[in-house]
C-alpha cells in the first residue's frame, strides 16, 4: 500500500478552496470517495488524518476546504467568526459544499458513481446539509454534529445516514435528536442515530478535554462508531475497503 496525499484547489465562484486528497496509487482504477467535513477548527490535521485512513480502507479520502483559503483559526473567536456566518446561512454553506463535492468527483481517481461524506461537530452538520441538499451521496455519518434543520426544504434522499451522537452532548440535547430523527422521517431518509451513554461533545477527539464536561473524548464511543461508520461504508460500497480493522 501507497497512500499518497495531495491539495487540490477548487472554487466556490470567487472563493479558492484548498482540499486534501489521499488515496492509495498501488490501484489504477477510480476508487469510492469519501469526503471528510471539518470541524470548526478548519480542514486541520485531524481532518487530513481521517482522509488518510480512508485510503487506507481502500477508498479516496478527501478533506475539503469548507472556510476556504485552507484557514486553521487558532481563537475560539475566530473559530466562532468563520463558522458563525456559515452555519446562518445555510443555503450559502450548501453552495460551498457542493463545489467540494463536484470538485472530488471530477478527480480521475475517483468513482464519482460512489460518494460518501463523514462530518465532525458543524462537519455534522455540514454533512447532514449535503443529504438535505440532495448531493447523490451513498451514505453519510455526522460524529457529534450540530443537529438544527436549515431554513430550506430538505429534498428526499436515498443516502443511508448514520448519526453518532453523544447522549450528554450539550451542543445538541436529547430534544434536538428526537426532532432529527422526526426531520429524517418525514424527508424519507433510510436513518439510523447511535446514542452514547456518558458521552458528550467531541468524543472522537484524542486530546479534547475542556474540563466542564462539555468537551471530553471517550474511547468506547469514539471506537464503536468508527466500526459502525466502516460497516455503513462496507454496505454501501460492496465491501470495497481493504482492511476493516484500519
Same mark, same amino acid.
Given at each position: ?6 491539495? #487540490?484547489?477548487?472554487?466556490?465562484? /470567487? ?15 477510480? /476508487? ?11 480542514? @486541520? ?5 481521517? !482522509?488518510?485512513?480512508?485510503? !487506507? ?11 476556504? @483559503?485552507?484557514?486553521?483559526?487558532? =481563537?475560539?473567536?475566530? +473559530?466562532? =467568526? ?8 445555510? /443555503? ?17 481517481? %475517483? ?26 451521496? +451513498? ?18 434522499? /436515498? ?18 435528536? #428526537? !426532532?432529527?430523527? !422526526?426531520?429524517?422521517? +418525514? ?16 468524543? &472522537? %477527539?484524542?486530546?479534547?478535554? =475542556?474540563?466542564?464536561?462539555?468537551? +471530553?473524548?471517550?474511547? @468506547? =464511543? ?6 459502525? &461508520? %466502516? ?16
Amino acid at each position: 500500500m501507497t497512500i499518497t496525499t495531495k491539495p #487540490v484547489e477548487y472554487m466556490d465562484g /470567487k472563493q479558492k478552496c484548498i482540499g486534501m486528497m489521499a488515496w492509495d496509487e498501488t490501484f489504477a482504477d477510480p /476508487k469510492p470517495c469519501v469526503l471528510i467535513n471539518h470541524a470548526w477548527g478548519g480542514r @486541520d490535521g485531524f481532518a487530513e488524518e481521517k !482522509a488518510i485512513q480512508m485510503a !487506507a480502507l481502500g477508498y479516496v479520502g478527501f478533506a475539503l476546504d469548507i472556510y476556504g @483559503d485552507s484557514v486553521l483559526p487558532e =481563537s475560539v473567536e475566530e +473559530k466562532q =467568526s468563520l463558522m458563525g456566518p456559515l452555519k446562518e446561512d445555510r /443555503k450559502k454553506l450548501l453552495k460551498r459544499l457542493k463545489a467540494g463535492y463536484k470538485a472530488a468527483a471530477e478527480l480521475p481517481e %475517483v468513482d464519482e458513481a460512489n460518494m460518501a461524506a463523514i462530518g465532525y461537530c458543524f462537519g455534522g452538520l455540514c454533512t447532514l446539509d449535503m443529504v438535505r441538499g440532495g448531493l447523490g451521496l +451513498k451514505a453519510a455519518v455526522s460524529f457529534h454534529g450540530l443537529l438544527d434543520a436549515p431554513d430550506y426544504k430538505a429534498k428526499k434522499s /436515498k443516502t443511508k445516514i448514520l448519526v453518532a451522537h453523544g447522549w450528554d452532548d450539550p451542543m445538541a440535547q436529547p430534544e434536538a435528536v #428526537v !426532532a432529527l430523527g !422526526a426531520e429524517l422521517t +418525514k424527508s424519507g431518509a433510510n436513518w439510523q442515530i447511535h446514542a452514547y451513554g456518558n458521552t458528550t461533545h467531541a468524543f &472522537t %477527539v484524542a486530546e479534547a478535554d =475542556s474540563g466542564d464536561g462539555v468537551l +471530553k473524548f471517550n474511547p @468506547d =464511543s469514539e471506537r464503536r462508531s468508527w466500526m459502525a &461508520t %466502516v460497516d455503513l461504508l462496507g454496505e454501501v460500497f460492496g465491501d470495497h475497503g481493504i482492511d476493516p480493522v484500519a
